[in-house]
């Protein structure tokens, strides 16, 4: 059964902490993403690794980090220096990326909330 | 930078009805446009993905056009079901990562 699985599905962070998202895939994907959603607004790219070992910062990176040391594996960690974490966030993969033909796909999601 | 444009922002339709969604970008050297589904408090499902070089694909009820050098595409669903009721946000992707649209909220009325 093929697809991108995130967890948790909700996560608690308190005042200061570092939290972490899990994301996992096993489509055999180059690409990985990682986006934040809030209410009414699309989705913003924090952060996207297009092989293992390597990543590059999207439009929002600042307050967040992210490892690619296994290619099925793209874990999020939400610092502390993130002021507002309080989001969806969604983890994406693709075959390739910039340029590419094919079509990105989703995992469930991560809703975030601080105590 | 590429920025998406969607409107509207929401709509209600009688079921059974035809309806047209639309998505607008300035940068028109995109490689891509997307069109996703988005159920409440879940994950985004790929509708359908048209390459620069067509300008239409189809499935099922649903029909995606793309006209690169106005920067539009729409999304049309026939005979509209209550299941239909969703978030539709589309995506363009270049030389750089995908970026969405807001989105279009619709909710098909019973």
């Known amino acids: 059964d093929g697809g991108i699985t995130q967890s948790p599905k909700y996560l608690f962070r308190k005042e200061g902490q570092n939290v972490t998202l899990s994301c996992e895939q096993n489509?055999?994907?180059?690409?990985m993403y990682w986006y934040r959603q809030d209410p009414g607004q699309g989705l913003r790219l924090i952060y996207y690794?297009?092989?293992?070992?390597?990543?590059q910062k999207g439009d929002i990176a600042e307050g967040y980090s992210v490892s690619r040391e296994k290619k099925e594996s793209f874990p999020l960690t939400v610092t502390s220096a993130q002021k507002n974490p309080t989001a969806f966030y969604l983890c994406?993969?693709?075959?390739?990326?910039?340029?590419?033909?094919?079509?990105?796909?989703f995992g469930p999601g991560t809703r975030l909330l601080v105590l | 930078k590429q920025e998406v444009t969607q409107i509207p922002a929401a709509l209600s339709v009688p079921e059974g009805e035809n309806l047209v969604l639309n998505c607008s970008f300035t940068?028109?050297?995109?490689?891509?446009l997307q069109w996703f589904r988005q159920d409440p408090g879940k994950g985004l499902t790929s509708l359908l993905l048209?390459?620069?070089?067509?300008r239409e694909q189809t499935s099922g009820r649903l029909n995606a056009s793309l006209d690169k050098s106005s920067g539009r595409s729409t999304l049309y669903i026939a005979a509209s079901q209550p299941g239909d009721s969703a978030t539709y946000l589309c995506?363009?992707?270049?030389?750089?990562?995908?970026?969405f649209g807001k989105g279009t909220r619709l909710s098909v009325i019973a």
């Open positions: 489509l055999n994907h180059d690409a």
């Open positions: 995506a363009g992707g270049g030389n750089t990562p995908l970026v």
């Open positions: 940068d028109s050297a995109i490689y891509n």
């Open positions: 690794s297009q092989i293992v070992n390597d990543f």
């Open positions: 994406a993969s693709s075959m390739r990326t910039l340029g590419g033909q094919e079509t990105q796909y």
């Open positions: 048209i390459q620069s070089s067509q």
